[in-house]
Each structure stands twice: as structure tokens, then as C-alpha cells.
């Protein structure tokens, strides 16, 4: 049996959500589990108008693929795509994907849980919100790695 | 027979010159904003590392603190103490905030 294919992409288009679990989805691999990041509004009680989100496009996709690595190190996964959106979003639309198939529920479903809480503190991605009377750069997490 | 000797009493000039190291350096965020620019490109004439040029960062550019930002070589993250090498890139940014 081949083995399962990672899928990075680091994007100022909206997300393809469909076709990205077409592109994970395959007949023996048993489970497809999904998870999409969206901006949220009302934040804090504020209602947001949009967030900008920079990014160091070539950094992400060095920290997307260890995140893959260790998912694959620690679970049986099938194919696994991670996806990241910078530039402008509105509220509603989806700002990070995560798919991945495996054999069977468990792995495809840790893996998306996982997954999240590993990017959230790998990517070099910073959120830049924007609500109807402020304009601020969101506090972040520097769980990545130490700090000067 | 005359002989040039005055070669030999001058001080030895230094045949090699001091070698220079270019470093790409990235900011991000707010620290671009600080900076007013997302890349510089340095040349390095003694061995720095990375704590050791943010100092110098910071002494470039008023109103720049690099207090609590993370810090990445070659996209990896990395120890403040590793030693910087012939074109490498060294990003500086503020914790992270992204999905």
C-alpha cells in the first residue's frame, strides 16, 4: 500500500473547503474528518468588519510540513492537507483548513484536533482586526519557540 | 650596490581582507511596521548571533524593541544564541497569531 500524501497551500484566494477533501478522499481510507477556521463576529464583544492576516509565506509552509510529520509520527493517518488564507476576510469565511483521511474514525479526527493547536502555535501568521471602532494587531502565542 | 630596504621596516599590511557575511533579515507584523520595511540586507563583518544583531537592530532603528519576539533562522525556529552564517535569513516577529 502507498502511503498517504501531504498537501500544503498558503493562499490570498478563498479556500477551495470542497476540493480540498475531494483531494483526501479516496476509497481506502475509511474517514475524512474536516476542520475549517472562520473569522468570527461579534470578537469580544465587538463587531468585526475584517481581519488582515500577514503571513511569511515560506515559513508557513516549512511548519505546515512538520506539522504533518508529527501527525504522521504519531498516528496512522491517509492523506493529510493543511491550509492557510492571508490578505483580507470577512467574517464567516474560512480562514485555515485542515483535512485528513485515514483507515478508520480516530486518527482523521485527532488529527484535525491536533493539528489546529500545533499551527495555531507554528505558523508565522499574524491577525491584523479590524471592527467598527478599532484596529488592532491580535495577541498571539509564543509557544513556537523561545523568545528574545 | 643599494639595496631597498625600507620595505621591511614598515609595519606588515594585512594581506587578507576582513571577510564580510550577508545576512537577509525579515520583519514582520508590527515589527515591520517599526522598521518601516518587511526586508533589510546586512553585511556582517564579525560573527554575530542572533541576540546579537537584534541588539544591533535595535540600535539601528529607534523604536524598535525586539523584547519577547520570536525568532527564526533559515524558517526554523531557533535558540536566540545560535551563530549566524553566510546567507542566512533571520526573521524576527511577534508571537503568532494565526487560524
Known sequence: MSEGQTFTVVTYEVLELSSYVERVTEARYGAVAT?????????????????????YESMIVTQMELVAQYLRSELQLGHFLIAHRLGRCIPGEASIALVASSEHRKEALLACQWGIDRAKDLLPVWKYEVTTDSATWVEGSSAAGPTL | MSHIITQNTLPLQRSVKLKTMTVTVLF???????VGQRQLELSLTEPLNVRQLADRLEAQHSGLSLTGTLCALNEHYIEPTQTLSEGDTVAFFPPVSGG
Do not use: C, H, M, W
Not at chain 1, 476542520?35 to 503571513?55: A, C, M
Not at chain 2, 514582520?28 to 517599526?34: D, P
Open chain 2, 28 to 34: 514582520f507584523a508590527s515589527l515591520r511596521e517599526a
Open chain 1, 35 to 55: 476542520f475549517f477556521g472562520t473569522v468570527r463576529s461579534p470578537n469580544l464583544d465587538k463587531q468585526v468588519s475584517y481581519i488582515d492576516y500577514e503571513g
